[in-house]
């Protein structure tokens, strides 16, 4: 269980806790964050689940594959703290992480 | 009304012109009283419930798509698929093909033809300025894609059309009835002269990076693509994006139609565009539902599905469930909440999705920017006959 704190474009906050093994993805569509499209249901290949990780939480992270790698050349704005967050997948060490969505996923 | 819509009866038949003008009462008794339905005469199962087909899509091993996505191929005893029509591949077989696309139609680079798309739309829009009459579907809609398509493989203009007709034409079904079998969808010739040529004459298009890509095949082979596998991927491309981005062309010329209100705000404020894109494209999906194979028997609500049976997950159903979209029979570009399931889910979804909306968007954008309103002439409008997409091959209106 991590508590995960959202930042959507518009600055609207999202404080969820999220159970282990949830992808990011997954659950900010459960929470209705905007601005997370997620079309291909986290099969890495849509590139419309962009976010942005806090700096200080970049290494906690699982490594990007490299499609993963790929796709955030190919996104609306890329930044080094740029990820695919259906490829975040949540687990204790997560906990206090926070997440700002892009102004657009197309 | 017809008989079974005013008995309330729990039914849906893909083939009925009459329910197909209106299949949306249909979908909600469905989800409502028959989360799995079963359809005798043409014997196939069909999901209705948002969360049903979110999560279902994802089980490709039970759902298969190697029998191809639209029913009636399925039920064919001598189904033929050849290799890289990945569209009709399961993984691994899919993930070798699919893979090599992935990294072309992504939301930048589709981004980055925005110039050229409105430079195309200028181009089919310009000469209707000062008309009274528009047809959504032969001045625009049957026109934008293929241009696009045409575009990004570096096809001559003038013979963009004679494609666009070939393969329109094997994906249609005769009013009222499934479509042949026989039909060879995806797999018509007409490229093949473009392909030979782009051989000595590579350029910055699609066709030759296809021919350049190495890839490694099903096989563990790393190599380049066969001049076959080459054909098949652009039959695919064309055959997936045309109709399908036609369709929503007419859609939004119906819906801001019906939606005068709506259609004003947005003239008014172009940044509201990309909202009433999805908007359309959550209401009526041009393509409604996909089909898969069932590999193994399936317990779904409480029913076993046999191993053999035909999957319909119709997506335009999940669209409008009120358990993820309040008021779902109601077009609202102002929405919030959940993302619509119209590009399909899962290691299937569709690659021309940002694509798809880059032309729903620039398309809008021109239309309004000449034509702010329109009254629609639905006397002399026509609903499609296809077992694949929905939407209207004609559809006239009155400029004002
Ligand atoms: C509004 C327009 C469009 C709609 C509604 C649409 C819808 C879909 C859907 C529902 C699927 C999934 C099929 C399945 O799961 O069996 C799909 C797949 C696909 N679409 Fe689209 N599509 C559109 C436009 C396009 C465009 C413009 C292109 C190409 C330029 C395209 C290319 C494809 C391809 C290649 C696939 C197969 C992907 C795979 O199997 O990995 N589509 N589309
Ligand atoms: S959901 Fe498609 S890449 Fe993340």
């Known amino acids: 269980m991590a508590k995960i704190k959202f930042i959507e474009f518009s600055g609207k906050e999202h404080d969820v806790e999220i159970a282990n093994g949830t992808s990011i993805m997954q659950a900010a569509l459960d929470e209705n964050v905007r601005g997370i499209v997620g079309d291909c249901g986290g099969s890495c290949s849509c590139a419309t689940c962009h976010i942005y990780v806090d700096e200080s939480w970049l290494d906690k992270i699982e490594v990007k594959s490299e499609m993963e790698e790929i796709l955030l050349e190919e996104v609306c704005d890329p930044q080094d703290n740029s990820r695919l967050s259906c490829q975040i997948i949540v687990s204790d060490a997560l906990d206090g992480m926070v997440l700002r969505v892009p102004e657009k996923q197309f | ?400």
């Open chain 2, 1 to 400: 009304m017809s008989e079974s819509n005013a008995t309330g009866e729990v039914y849906w038949d893909p083939y009925r012109p009459d329910i197909n003008l209106d299949p949306y009462p249909y979908f909600k008794r469905l989800r409502e009283q028959a989360p799995l339905y079963y359809n005798k005469e043409y014997d196939f199962y069909a999901l209705s419930r948002f969360d049903d087909i979110n999560k279902y899509f994802s089980d490709t091993t039970t759902f298969s798509s190697a029998r191809s996505d639209i029913m009636e191929f399925i039920k064919e005893d001598d189904l033929e698929i050849p290799d890289g029509m990945f569209i009709w591949h399961d993984p691994p077989r899919h993930t070798s093909y699919r893979n090599i696309v992935t990294r072309v139609f992504t939301p930048r680079r589709m981004n980055e033809l925005e110039s050229k798309i409105r430079a195309y739309c200028a181009r089919c829009l310009d000469p209707m300025i000062g008309e009274t009459n528009f047809n959504f579907i032969d001045d625009f809609g049957a026109q934008l894609p293929g241009g696009v398509i045409g575009m990004l493989l570096g096809i001559p203009d003038e013979d963009r059309d004679i494609i666009r007709d070939r393969i329109d034409n094997s994906l249609r079904t005769e009013s009222g009835k499934p479509m042949e079998s026989s039909q060879s969808s995806y797999q018509g010739e007409g490229f093949e002269d473009y392909v030979e040529w782009r051989k000595n004459n590579p350029s910055n298009d699609l066709m030759t990076d296809l021919l350049n890509a190495e890839f490694t095949d099903p096989d563990g082979v790393k190599r380049k693509l066969t001049t076959e596998e080459v054909l098949i991927f652009i039959n695919v491309i064309a055959g997936a994006g045309n109709e399908t981005t036609s369709r929503l062309i007419g859609w939004t010329g119906k819906l801001l139609g019906d939606h005068p209100d709506q259609r004003r705000q947005i003239a008014k404020d172009l940044s509201l565009v990309p909202a009433a894109i999805e908007e359309i494209l959550r209401c009526e999906p041009p393509g409604p539902s996909v089909a898969r194979y069932v590999t193994k028997d399936v317990e779904i609500h409480g029913q076993i599905v046999p191993a053999g049976a035909v999957m319909q997950f119709i997506l335009s159903s999940a669209n409008r469930d009120e358990s993820r979209f309040a008021d779902g029979e109601k077009f609202n570009i102002h929405r919030e909440g959940s993302p619509h399931i119209t590009f399909g889910r899962g290691v299937h979804a569709c690659l021309g999705a940002a694509l798809a909306r880059v032309e729903g968007r620039v398309g809008l954008e021109e239309m309004l920017k000449r034509f702010p309103d329109w009254e629609l002439d639905m006397a002399n409008a026509e609903m499609s006959a296809s077992s694949t997409t929905r939407g209207w091959d004609s559809l006239p209106a009155f400029l004002r």
